[in-house]
């Protein structure tokens, strides 16, 4: 019985979080879905970034985009900056690690692009020096976050979007972020392709 209550009590927190994302955050992630749609439609394409589990939202949001969601269509301009081995190691090696994703948005990002910046606290290096990055190339933030944001939050511009998940825990924030990105995934394919 004790397995199961853990069980149960890991569903009851994460909807408990997932409830207070939708009452909080429901008309930003609408914003989010159609600046992201707008971007594509003008044929500027997004680069996601995250590290660690964040890294993976960020390849598994990109992959939705790039192959389909739910219903077949043409694949959209995505890149996850965390999937490149190869470049991380060259960076991290002969730079920091704290400009793995920075060097990449320099060198192939777009004024008008979007960076879609994911972390569980905000406190990643990393993603704040792309976000730096992202607005010396005249780019735009969509921001997933969690706890109090964190640094990420303080470099954000009034403009941009930053979608906070309002708990500490760190795996409730991705069981939250993951909902937001297929919700964003939705609004795009409605938006682009329709019902």
Known sequence: MELEEKIINQFHHSME?????IEQFTPLI?????????RLV?????????NGASGALAQHFSS??????????????????NADSAAICAIAEDS???????KQIRAIGMPGDILIAISANGRSASLVQAIQAAHDREMDVIAL????GGNMTALLRPDEIEICI?????ILVHDAQLLVLHCLCDLIDYQ????
């Open 17 to 21: 979080v997932n409830a207070q994302t």
């Open 30 to 38: 609408a914003q989010a879905g159609q600046l992201l749609c707008e």
């Open 42 to 50: 003008s044929e500027r394409k997004l680069l996601c970034a995250g």
């Open 64 to 81: 939705l985009l790039i192959n389909r969601f739910r219903h077949e269509r043409p694949g959209l301009p995505a890149l996850a900056l």
């Open 96 to 102: 920091s690690f704290a400009d793995i994703y920075s």
């Open 145 to 148: 976050t969690g706890g109090d």
């Open 166 to 170: 309002p708990s500490e825990d760190e």
């Open 192 to 195: 682009l392709f329709g019902a």
